[in-house]
């Protein structure tokens, strides 16, 4: 599968964005999928993950209430809608997945073989 991810951009804080992360591939259904970010000079760390029908979300503690992970499977798209955004959600956010036959979403990027190109989302202050 080939990842897409799109929707980032320039936000004040308090704004909000939707991130887009669109596959290629017929069996995305198939395909646990998540959102990671990177800062300068920081590790990757998970954002939101969703299982393959949608019924089961995680998220990371730094972004509960504020970011809602979502995916159409009949457009083959993952969405991540941040709203509230703060100057430390700075980072750029990548799209994962994860072809597995448990539906159970993952938190750790080393769990995740594919990957999209990334998407800069920078949060003014």
């Known amino acids: 599968v080939q990842l897409q991810a799109s929707g980032g951009g320039l936000v004040q804080a308090g704004g909000s964005l939707r991130l887009s992360c669109a596959a290629s591939g017929r069996t995305f259904s198939r395909y646990v999928v998540g959102w990671f970010r990177q800062a300068p000079g920081k590790e990757r760390d998970f954002v939101a993950g969703?299982?393959?029908?949608?019924?089961?979300?995680d998220y990371a503690d730094s972004v509960k209430g504020r970011v809602t992970i979502s995916r159409d499977n009949a457009k083959n798209t993952v969405y991540l809608q941040m709203n509230s955004l703060k100057p430390e959600d700075t980072a750029v956010y990548y799209c994962?997945?994860?072809?597995?036959?448990?539906?159970?979403?993952?938190?750790?990027?080393?769990?995740?073989?594919?990957w999209g190109q990334g998407t800069q989302v920078t949060v003014s202050s």
């Open positions: 969703i299982n393959w029908s949608g019924s089961s979300t």
């Open positions: 994962a997945a994860r072809l597995s036959s448990s539906d159970v979403v993952a938190t750790h990027d080393y769990e995740y073989g594919y």
